[in-house]
């Protein structure tokens, strides 16, 4: 049944009606009575008999005959369940869309692929970039060849990742296989949806993206499930379609917390995707230019092999990258430390205009001064109804509440009275305005959350964008100034330095390679993840923060789940779990909106136990109507 409730986490018999026998195949959509209600509910299976021994109730409709419930998707939605300490009816509602019947009633797209297409002699596909990397040329070999090879791959700089992916797709399709891609935002899914047209044609995929509508997401979605295409794209919604003799589950840039679902049970699409790897024996690629810690773990337990460049070529391909906090650089410019673009960075971005070649200028925040403060003490300012931060929205604007929106035009510090303001927090749309009047005459481009550009021409431009938004430039930029490393770098969070090289590396890997392009991170050359983008070495950095988050017990080297909501339902669940005789209970921490989080770490062999535990307390709470809702995450993107 569709009922997202924990105590009801299972299936349930009823009889078919002779009037439905026909119809009622597993896989479809059905109305049944329960608790003298009308609830929708999916028919898993059929049986011969029950082993319930009471009366049995009777399906009351079968909605549509569409099976749209794969078998292989519901085993995967119960795994994933289970992982998440979810219940099967939420994890179905991510996994299959809601039912359009205008679509359902359209003709089908074409027949589907012949069941012995595997068996039919195939070309090798062409290695063509992969052949830069020592074992890239076997991966794609083995697809072909109908072998299930699991890989993570460190991108070299400049890399078509999309056309790489599209290769390890089309190998996969050779060999009589599907294959179910996701990416993290629609233009990452564009470039993969014009490189996977170039290699297998038209009409040989369908992307899958929440943006695409009901109708066009619906007919995707149906295309996949009626065997018409054997490949499947998409963001994160992706991650459960279904796809018929599944032999290839491949993620993309694993790091992007866009591929963590804010739903409930809140499944991570890497993770779903390496599930599905597992239970359907298909072969798994995790690849990005930057290595999660949980990726590195993939390699180091020998689930998967990497798929690395030796370092020669890594030398030829990267720019000349060089940070403005080392010694040297300070001999030459001691203001370095502090200035927001020192010296050597307005150098790189002076040497590239001159030669006709666009610079691209990463800012962590958007907007334009995002956070303000007092110009006399120095003392943050705040909204005096929420307490909230005040930001500029423009040079001539009101300052006004990031929180509730509340204008402050006549703000006043609480602490000296003044009511001067000068940056806390510089945006994006402030730095372009300073390097306009640094570079008079130059074009100065933004790219953020208003619009984002997926390309520019390779003329002399100030390109500024966000993390995320940097759009690819004809030919590659010249110079890459990362400036505010701060931000990232200083940022509450257990993930803070690999994101920060995360967003690093992907900035980086757009400018050309040296000495065309040069590469300006202001930072500290001793910090690690600074040293992990001068050598460009992901793996390296993975390792080290692997080896530090196995020493301190924090995920991947265990299992953490997170209870949030009010101290006494937090209480309340844990008091009720019968956790593994080694889980930690760790907590309390403040959370938002005045509630509070505990974390329980266990073992990653008791993971599965802790989940259990953790479901079944929450069925007794739901099982007794209690009140106040508790949250509950397993490896959450963030734990305080």
Do not use: N
Not at 208 to 228: N, V
């Amino acid at each position: 049944m569709d009922v997202p409730l924990a105590h009801l986490d299972r299936p349930f018999d009823y009889l078919v009606p002779a009037e439905l026998d026909e119809v009622a195949v597993p896989g479809t959509r059905v109305k049944v009575r329960f608790a003298g209600q009308l609830v929708d509910g999916w028919l898993l299976a059929r049986a011969d008999d029950s082993g319930h021994t009471g009366r049995l109730a009777y399906l009351e409709k079968v909605v549509s005959p569409e099976p749209v419930l794969a078998p292989e998707v519901a085993r995967l939605a119960r795994a994933v369940a289970d992982r998440y300490a979810g219940s099967l009816a939420d994890v179905l509602r991510l996994a299959v869309p809601p039912r359009h019947a205008r679509v359902e009633k359209e003709a089908r797209g074409g027949p589907p692929a012949p069941a012995d297409a595997a068996a039919a002699p195939v070309d090798p596909v062409d290695p063509r970039g992969w052949r830069d990397y020592p074992t890239g040329p076997a991966l794609l070999r083995a697809l072909t060849d109908g072998r299930s090879p699991r890989a993570v791959w460190s991108a070299l700089p400049g890399e078509d990742w999309a056309a790489r992916y599209a290769d390890a797709v089309a190998a996969t399709v050779a060999g009589g296989r599907g294959a179910v891609v996701v990416v993290a935002d629609a233009r990452d899914l564009d470039r993969l949806d014009v490189a996977l047209t170039e290699v297998l044609g038209t009409g040989r995929h369908v992307t899958l993206s929440a943006a695409l509508g009901p109708a066009r997401r619906y007919r995707a979605f149906l295309a996949a499930r009626r065997g018409e295409v054997p490949v499947v794209i998409g963001t994160r919604a992706a991650m459960f379609a279904p796809v018929d003799r599944l032999g290839l589950v491949a993620v993309w840039d694993d790091g992007d917390d866009l591929h963590a679902e804010p739903r409930a049970p809140y499944p991570h699409a890497r993770d779903v995707l390496l599930t599905r790897a597992q239970l359907a024996e298909a072969g798994a690629l995790v690849g990005g230019y930057a290595r999660t810690a949980e990726g590195q773990l993939l390699v180091e337990t020998g689930w998967a092999r990497e798929v690395v460049a030796d370092r020669a070529t890594v030398r030829a391909r990267i720019p000349a990258i060089a940070p403005t906090g080392d010694d040297p650089q300070l001999a030459r410019d001691p203001g370095a430390a502090t200035a927001r673009l020192p010296s050597l960075a307005w150098t790189a971005a002076r040497d590239a205009i001159r030669a006709d070649l666009p610079v691209l200028v990463q800012v962590p925040r958007r907007g334009y001064l995002p956070s303000i403060s007092c110009a006399d003490c120095r003392t943050p300012a705040r909204c005096t109804h929420c307490a909230g931060p005040l930001a500029l929205p423009s040079a001539g604007g009101t300052p006004a509440c990031r929180w509730c929106a509340r204008v402050a035009a006549a703000y006043a510090c609480p602490q000296c009275g003044g009511r001067r303001l000068r940056a806390a927090v510089t945006g994006a749309r402030r730095t372009a305005e300073e390097l306009g009047r640094a570079f008079p005459g130059v074009p100065v481009r933004t790219s953020g959350r208003e619009e984002v550009l997926t390309d520019v021409p390779g003329g002399a431009a100030l390109v500024v964008a966000t993390p995320g938004a940097e759009p690819v430039a004809e030919g590659g930029y010249g110079a890459v100034l990362l400036l505010d490393s701060w931000a990232l770098l200083t940022r509450a969070d257990l993930r803070a330095g690999e994101e920060a090289l995360r967003r690093w590396l992907a900035a980086a890997a757009l400018a050309r390679p040296a000495p065309a392009g040069r590469v300006v991170v202001v930072a500290d050359g001793a910090l690690a993840p600074v040293q992990a983008l001068l050598r460009w070495d992901a793996g390296w950095f993975a390792g080290r923060e692997l080896a530090e988050r196995r020493e301190l017990g924090f995920p991947p080297a265990v299992r953490m789940a997170s209870v949030t909501g009010p101290a006494e339902a937090v209480a309340d669940l844990l008091a009720a779990a019968r956790l593994p005789d080694d889980a930690e209970v760790l907590g309390p921490v403040p959370a938002e909106e005045g509630r509070e989080r505990m974390l329980v770490r266990v073992p990653r062999a008791r993971a599965a136990a802790m989940a259990e535990a953790l479901h079944s307390a929450a069925g007794a709470r739901a099982a007794r109507k209690a009140a106040d809702p508790v949250r509950l995450q397993v490896d959450p993107l963030s734990l305080f």
